[in-house]
């Protein structure tokens, strides 16, 4: 998910350029570097875990959408410049910040399919877009905090690896000074944190949805956590959880039905002639050098040749069938392959089987004396399934996302 939310002049980078800030950014979202950041998702998950808590207490509807917003944002920021934006634990969530990301990815569309648009909407000074947009503002706020701390680390003479932070590994890669500039590191750091927050948050979100409405997918993700990990308390792994079948069927399954973001993905050989063969009728075609071509993860996802009864939410369509795997488009393929899908695949596994290990499915009969979640107020048609494609997925104007009543 991380590099699939476009900036306005990441398509400008030079190919040489591209390869060095891939070099810079890949060492701290490998596997590794993610089990090490993994007490902080897990410190995420127990904020999160307190705020239902204060919910139950307080009889307040917990909006899910938000919450998991929220705690991606500290994530990704936490690790992006080493300080959490502390979203999760305001009584807002800081939501304002959330409707001005969203109005931006309104523009973003924009500048995607109309090349001088970014580049002019850059030039212009960030205090005279808040005027112009008045709706960006708490955006443009966070920009200039994220600039202030990408100064400080530019600053830092600190050699301690283990507080390494996203940026120093940019700022100290072979980048040319020319990409290393307080208006490119404010740009690279919208794209990370952008695409680090919203598109995890989005599945989380719509996963909750398909569990809590279903009560045969829940109780058997119920079982299973419940037999490989009996104690309730203990903090686990993404590691030990992505050995759970069911649990990673249902992550696989979410990840093609709502995958975080929905942009084509353009690509183009400049040298020399793609040639495909479909053995089965006996036909060729050629794409000539130079021709770009794309696609996107949703019309994969929901080809029924693929996936039979593609709308439908279905984990055991993955239960024995790796063979599915080549076609989930999520995190894009090749060299430009979703930087951040080591991180993406911890959060979902940690969060959501802390969630549903911690609560039951609401039995209406008010006599469970476990803690329960129920769906709020929420429908699958308004407030899950696309309605709106700005590079990463909208549910219909007005909806309120994913909300729970927390018992």
Avoid at 14 to 34: E, G, M, T, V, W
Avoid at 113 to 134: D, E, K, R, T, Y
Avoid at 299 to 310: A, D
Wanted: aromatic fraction near 8%; include cysteine; proline fraction near 6%.
């Amino acid at each position: 998910m991380f590099g699939s939310v476009p900036d306005s002049t990441v398509g400008t980078i030079p190919h040489d350029h591209h390869r060095s800030r891939r070099a810079a950014l890949n060492p701290y979202f490998s596997k590794a570097s993610i089990r090490r950041l993994e007490p902080v998702i897990t410190e995420t998950l127990d904020n999160l875990l307190q705020r239902l808590d204060t919910c139950a207490r307080n009889g307040e509807i917990m909006p899910l959408s938000a919450a998991y917003k929220a705690a991606t944002s500290d994530i990704i920021t936490g690790y992006c410049f080493g300080e959490s934006t502390g979203f999760l634990m305001r009584d807002d969530y800081n939501s304002p910040f959330f409707d001005a990301v969203a109005e931006n990815f309104g523009l973003a569309w924009w500048m995607t399919h109309v090349p001088w648009l970014g580049p002019l909407l850059n030039s212009i000074p960030m205090n005279v877009q808040a005027m112009l947009m008045p709706g960006l503002d708490s955006l443009f706020r966070m920009q200039r905090r994220w600039i202030d701390q990408i100064e400080e680390i530019r600053s830092s003479k600190s050699v301690d690896h283990e507080r390494d932070t996203i940026f120093h590994g940019i700022l100290n890669s072979e980048l040319p000074d020319a990409e290393k500039t307080a208006h490119r590191m404010r740009q690279e750091a919208q794209l990370l944190v952008q695409a680090g927050q919203d598109t995890t948050a989005t599945t989380l979100a719509n996963l909750t949805f398909h569990l809590l409405a279903n009560s045969v997918i829940f109780q058997k993700l119920k079982e299973e956590l419940k037999a490989a990990f009996p104690n309730d308390h203990e903090h686990l792994t993404s590691a030990q959880l992505e050995k759970l079948p069911y649990l990673s069927a249902i992550v696989q399954e979410g990840l093609r039905l709502h995958p975080g973001s929905t942009m084509r993905m353009q690509r183009i050989s400049p040298d020399e002639s793609l040639v495909y063969h479909d053995p089965s009728k006996r036909q060729k075609w050629v794409i000539p050098a130079g021709t770009s071509v794309s696609m996107d993860p949703i019309s994969i996802s929901m080809n029924s040749k693929i996936f039979p009864e593609p709308e439908r939410f279905l984990p055991e369509r993955w239960m024995g069938n790796s063979r599915l795997e080549r076609y989930l488009l999520t995190f894009s393929k090749g060299t430009r392959m979703c930087a951040g899908i080591n991180l993406a695949y911890a959060e979902l596994y940690i969060i959501l089987a802390g969630v549903f290990r911690k609560y039951d499915l609401y039995d209406r009969a008010a006599m469970q004396k476990t803690p329960t979640l129920a769906l709020f107020e929420t429908t699958r048609e308004r407030d899950v399934d696309i309605a709106f494609d700005l590079l990463v997925p909208f549910p219909t104007r007005g909806s309120k996302g994913i909300r729970a009543v927390v018992r």
